[in-house]
């Protein structure tokens, strides 16, 4: 089993960043990708970045450089950050982070990311 805590959220102002975290445990070194998707009631669920276990990133936003995932490996534990600089209001979602680990998924409990104008 793979568990996921996410953190970071919270009300953004435009412009601004925010850094997202999630926290990957129990068997979180073999985990095959990890994704950040986000999720709206207008647009759905959209994949947002991820990143292979060799450390390939792969970003899904229209402005170059605007993402980034970084990553930190604690005693028991994996630490992968997503930062989303020049906020849009548009980037108003629940972030979701999933970890896919043997064809299986496994899903974080999602974090709220409001940016106002």
């Known amino acids: 089993q793979v568990q996921l805590v996410e953190s970071g959220g919270g009300l953004v102002e435009s412009g601004g960043s925010v850094r997202l975290s999630c926290e990957v445990s129990g068997m979180a070194l073999t985990v095959d990708q990890i994704r950040w998707y986000r999720q709206t009631p207008e647009k759905g669920r959209e994949l947002v970045a991820q990143?292979?276990?060799?450390?390939?990133?792969?970003?899904f936003d229209s402005e170059q450089g605007r993402l980034r995932i970084s990553r930190y490996a604690a005693r028991d534990s994996i630490f992968w950050y997503l930062r989303i600089n020049s906020l849009r209001t548009e980037d108003t979602a629940v972030y979701y982070c999933n970890a896919v680990r043997q064809g299986r998924e496994f899903w974080g409990q999602g974090t709220q990311v409001t940016v106002s104008s």
């Open positions: 990143v292979t276990r060799s450390g390939d990133t792969t970003y």
